[in-house]
């Protein structure tokens, strides 16, 4: 399944826009763009379930023009994106505490550039917290390698919009969750290939089959694409009953997210080992 997956992929998905989108530096972070014949409320409703609540918002100031999002991964540190990433950041989960960050350790492998490192597969960095976060369980981590075909959930704070008509203006941020299938991992985008560290899927919607580009172009009940602002958001497959972080929001091909847009994740499997050198082997149960 997995090897027919990235066939398909390597001979379906030929974007001519990618050449453009490089040189016009347009990858952006990807989710809160939802389906335009479903309730926002559905997403946000999802996005309040407490199997969620390990993803946090990030903010590099107290009164943000952007916000974006990471997961905690031990009691006092996030698994986010690398590339918005500064020095200094502050953290919220939930409520109303306030957590700053006092280190950050940014992946051996990640790329030079913005560009680059979103595609590279390890778009991560560990940001250690001042203290541990109260209250809130971290994610588990999905230690398999069976993600393509996966359903996931992904949660993030990105700008809000839907598949036919973009982004809303004015631009507004919130938290959302929504669902896709993991369509492949690796393969080529108008002849530029990229590794297995990368996780994919595109945006279906309904009546827009002409606009799939990779798998089934059936969307889910709350299919979910790309939006600007939700870099470093988490998604979650489940496996034996429980949600388990698989990717973290790195990149988008447009920063006009519609129907068939494709969203790149960091593979977390990949970087397992990294994250516990860093963080430490979670205990055994």
Same mark, same amino acid.
């Given at each position: 399944?997995?090897?027919?997956?990235?066939?398909?992929?390597?001979?379906?998905?030929?974007?001519?826009?990618?050449?453009?989108?490089?040189?016009?530096?347009?990858?952006?972070?990807?989710?809160?763009?939802?389906?335009?014949?479903?309730?926002?409320?559905?997403?946000?409703? %999802? #996005?309040?379930?407490?199997?969620? !609540?390990? *993803?946090?918002?990030? @903010?590099? /100031?107290?009164?943000?023009?952007?916000? =974006?999002?990471?997961?905690?991964?031990?009691?006092?540190?996030?698994?986010?994106?690398?590339?918005?990433?500064?020095?200094?950041?502050?953290?919220?989960?939930?409520?109303?505490?306030?957590?700053?960050?006092?280190?950050?350790?940014?992946?051996?492998?990640?790329?030079?550039?913005?560009?680059?490192?979103?595609?590279?597969?390890?778009? %991560? #960095?560990?940001?250690?917290?001042? !203290?541990? *976060?109260?209250?809130? @369980?971290? /994610?588990?981590?999905?230690?398999?390698? =069976?993600?393509?075909?996966?359903?996931?959930?992904?949660?993030?704070?990105?700008?809000?919009?839907?598949?036919?008509?973009?982004?809303?203006?004015?631009?507004?941020?919130?938290?959302?969750?929504?669902?896709?299938?993991?369509?492949?991992?690796?393969?080529?985008?108008?002849?530029?290939?990229?590794?297995?560290?990368?996780?994919?899927?595109?945006?279906?919607?309904?009546?827009?089959?002409?606009?799939?580009?990779?798998?089934?172009?059936?969307?889910?009940?709350?299919?979910?694409?790309?939006?600007?602002?939700?870099?470093?958001?988490?998604?979650?497959?489940?496996?034996?009953?429980?949600?388990?972080?698989?990717?973290?929001?790195?990149?988008?091909?447009?920063?006009?997210?519609?129907?068939?847009?494709?969203?790149?994740?960091?593979?977390?499997?990949?970087?397992?080992?990294?994250?516990?050198?860093?963080?430490?082997?979670?205990?055994?149960?």
């Amino acid at each position: 399944m997995h090897g027919m997956h990235n066939r398909n992929w390597r001979k379906g998905l030929r974007l001519a826009s990618l050449g453009a989108a490089l040189a016009a530096g347009s990858f952006v972070a990807s989710g809160g763009i939802i389906r335009h014949d479903v309730e926002l409320e559905q997403y946000v409703r %999802l #996005a309040a379930e407490p199997a969620f !609540r390990s *993803v946090g918002r990030y @903010a590099d /100031a107290a009164d943000p023009d952007d916000v =974006a999002g990471g997961v905690l991964v031990a009691p006092r540190w996030v698994l986010t994106a690398s590339h918005f990433l500064g020095e200094q950041s502050t953290w919220t989960f939930g409520d109303k505490e306030v957590y700053h960050a006092v280190r950050v350790v940014r992946h051996p492998r990640v790329g030079q550039g913005p560009h680059e490192a979103q595609w590279s597969g390890f778009d %991560l #960095a560990l940001v250690e917290l001042d !203290r541990p *976060v109260a209250n809130v @369980a971290p /994610a588990v981590r999905y230690r398999g390698r =069976a993600e393509v075909g996966a359903t996931v959930t992904k949660v993030g704070y990105g700008y809000v919009g839907n598949g036919r008509d973009g982004m809303k203006a004015p631009p507004t941020q919130m938290r959302l969750a929504g669902q896709n299938v993991i369509d492949a991992a690796g393969g080529e985008l108008d002849g530029r290939e990229f590794s297995s560290d990368v996780l994919a899927f595109d945006f279906d919607g309904p009546g827009a089959a002409e606009a799939n580009r990779m798998g089934s172009p059936e969307p889910l009940p709350l299919e979910i694409g790309g939006s600007k602002g939700d870099s470093g958001g988490g998604v979650f497959l489940e496996e034996d009953g429980e949600w388990r972080l698989a990717g973290i929001v790195s990149g988008a091909l447009s920063r006009q997210i519609r129907y068939g847009a494709v969203a790149a994740l960091a593979r977390v499997s990949s970087a397992n080992d990294w994250i516990d050198s860093v963080v430490g082997e979670p205990a055994k149960p």
